[in-house]
């Protein structure tokens, strides 16, 4: 159980999950860029992959290598993630107008995924009071209900917090879904120690 005065800390991490990620991405490319959480959900696992779908999507993982542990899946669309990709690239990304990837937009989007998933630990570090050593980022492209089945599979007695998220950049707003899957016991256990 948690106190109830405490549930504010879920939006503070949000936010500056959100804020930590822009910051990053404003250092890495230099554009102008926010992410705003527009909304938090709980929801059980066996549900988030009906949520989620089995559409094709870019997903990014991570995985908590220090409590609250667990997985962290940050997802978008492909076009989203290209237009990103050509807009920090400029005049160096080439010709973006296949269907697929070019190697210099697998880059960038790698990067950018990098620099959301440290963004978003940090600004959750913060909040907590700690520091969350963090796996290096997993890259996929396929269903995202296949991608939650690889990281937790059925654990039917969990919740999972679900953040749907905007990053706002100049020329190109991406909706990211960023899906977490902390112990939540663990996860409790931090916030008990933090006084509100």
């Known amino acids: 159980m948690i106190d109830i005065r405490k549930l504010g800390l879920f939006n503070r991490m949000a936010k500056e999950g959100g804020n930590q990620v822009a910051s990053h991405l404003n250092q890495m490319t230099g554009m102008d860029t926010e992410m705003e959480i527009t909304k938090i959900n709980f929801i059980d696992i066996p549900d988030i992959k009906t949520h989620i779908g089995h559409d094709e999507q870019i997903g990014i993982s991570i995985e908590l290598q220090e409590p609250p542990h667990g997985h962290i899946l940050f997802l978008f669309n492909a076009e989203d993630a290209k237009a990103l990709a050509s807009h920090m690239l400029g005049d160096m990304g080439g010709d973006s107008s296949g269907s697929g990837f070019t190697d210099m937009e697998r880059s960038a989007i790698q990067e950018i995924g990098n620099i959301m998933t440290s963004g978003f630990i940090d600004g959750w570090a913060n909040v907590l009071q700690t520091t969350i050593d963090m796996s290096t980022p997993t890259f996929t492209f ?29 020329d190109a707003n991406v909706d990211v879904k960023v899906y977490t899957f902390p112990e939540l016991e663990e996860l409790v256990s931090l916030m008990q120690k933090i006084e509100v």
């Open 142 to 170: 396929g269903p995202g209900s296949g991608m939650v089945d690889n990281l937790v599979g059925d654990r039917n007695d969990e919740m999972a917090l679900m953040f749907d998220s905007r990053v706002h950049a100049p």
